[in-house]
């Protein structure tokens, strides 16, 4: 696939046997990025679970225990950095942006080395400590093999293109068992058409890659919460308001994010990048030293906000440090997503609205997860712009339609917020930015 390939129809095809051949490699792609999706959970999870392992064996041992924790998260950092920049760029960050320019006809499709750098480099950076999520690399790896198997079936670039939405959404539902957010993810997100080859193909492969991952590690929710609900109406309103708050910090967000990239390529004139990847690995050790659940994947983190496991004058502070360690995170140039430590913006922003919530009026037992997880979703909206995909996202995390109501009411607001401030999605901030980049080099 080139950059001058057209626009392709929506599950165009020249035969039967062309749209049979499509179908069998949707399904096969939904197989393939679920075994890929499984692959990274259990790469990352030990991962995480060594620098665990790590924290607690090192305690005991003083200052010379906390010296060796930040010492191994410095390499693990350092190294993710410097093999993302020496052997596929493209793989640095997110990646979604990347998946929006190849489907738009915008930019050229990235190598196939990004997917061994995805993995590879998204295991040691967040198990090294990167606040980063891992819906990043498995969307991008999983785009990227299902338009290469396309190819293997002897698909047409329409057809191929098609695939490459397809296996994004999968991607996206292989890191949250999340099929229904994976497929709203390319109509909403991508903003492809609404046609059966692109939505049906979505949610069938998203459907397959879910069943394996739920196969091989549970299905037990990622955020379950502590009742089922439903939440009074009165709580509407509290609802809304972090919402219009979420949109608020989204754009703030955003716009953080971006000078930091700024700042983060300067930099990087001058020093090379991968000694930025230590750096940032010894500030990470650090954190994770006395904050050892905070670094990395988050996804843990925010399960114990909703779990009532920090307490609001804990939240003061670590909301102001999730924050500069996710921008931080994302700037150095490790494979990694924003998605889940936006759950653990949101979730803290929540637990400190209710704390102020409360020193107003009474609210239920119940309010605080519920307004955590709104302002879970609200965030996911006000930075992504993809206010249905975010709130379905959480009714999948959570196992809780109950509240799905308040998820949409917190992400209508947020997304009406940001809209009305003026700023841009991020990744149509991220894409422009790599337009400008390709333009300069050229």
């Not at 499984?38 to 030990?46: I, K, M, P, Q, T």
Request: glycine content about 12%.
């Amino acid at each position: 696939m080139d950059e001058s390939s057209p626009s392709p129809a929506a599950g165009e095809s020249d035969s039967p046997q062309s749209g049979i051949a499509l179908w069998l490699a949707i399904l096969a792609s939904g197989l393939l990025v679920g075994g890929l999706s499984v692959a990274f959970h259990a790469g990352l999870d030990f991962a995480l679970r060594q620098r665990e392992q790590l924290t607690f064996w090192a305690k005991p041992l003083g200052a010379a225990g906390a010296l060796l924790l930040v010492a191994v998260c410095a390499i693990a950092v350092g190294l993710a950095v410097w093999m993302t920049g020496r052997f596929a760029p493209l793989a640095a960050g997110s990646g979604i942006q990347h998946v929006e320019g190849v489907e738009r006809g915008v930019v050229k499709l990235w190598p196939l080395s990004v997917v061994w750098v995805k993995f590879v480099g998204g295991i040691l950076g967040i198990g090294g400590g990167l606040v980063l999520g891992r819906e990043g690399p498995t969307v991008q790896m999983g785009a990227s093999l299902a338009e290469h198997l396309g190819a293997r079936f002897g698909l047409s670039s329409a057809a191929r293109r098609n695939l490459l939405v397809v296996g994004a959404g999968a991607g996206l539902a292989g890191a949250f068992n999340a099929p229904l957010a994976g497929t709203l993810f390319v109509v909403e997100e991508l903003k492809c058409p609404l046609h059966p080859a692109i939505y049906l193909g979505t949610l069938l492969a998203s459907v397959v890659t879910d069943l394996c991952c739920r196969f091989w590690l549970g299905q037990a929710p990622e955020l379950a919460l502590p009742r089922e609900l439903p939440p009074p109406l009165l709580m509407l309103a509290p609802v809304v308001l972090v919402g219009a708050l979420g949109g608020v910090i989204g754009v703030i967000f955003n716009a953080v994010l971006m000078r930091a990239l700024v700042l983060m390529d300067r930099c990087k004139q001058r020093v090379p990048a991968w000694m930025l990847g230590v750096a940032m690995g010894v500030v990470l050790g650090g954190v994770a030293w006395f904050v050892p659940a905070l670094p990395g994947g988050g996804v843990v983190f925010a399960a114990r906000v909703l779990d009532g496991g920090i307490s609001t004058a804990a939240a003061l502070w670590l909301l102001p440090l999730s924050f500069v360690l996710t921008i931080g995170s994302y700037a150095i140039g490790a494979p990694g997503g924003i998605f889940a430590p936006l759950l653990v913006l949101g979730a803290l922003l929540g637990l400190l609205f209710h704390g102020a919530w409360l020193a107003v009026l009474p609210a239920p037992t119940a309010a605080m997860p519920v307004l955590a997880a709104a302002a879970m979703a609200a965030l996911f909206a006000g930075v992504v712009r993809a206010p249905l995909t975010g709130a379905v996202l959480l009714v999948e995390m959570t196992g809780s339609y109950a509240i799905v109501l308040p998820l949409i009411l917190a992400s209508l607001a947020a997304y009406a917020v940001a809209e009305a401030l003026g700023n841009p999605p991020i990744y149509e901030s991220l894409l422009q930015r790599e337009l400008r980049r390709l333009q300069a080099s050229t």
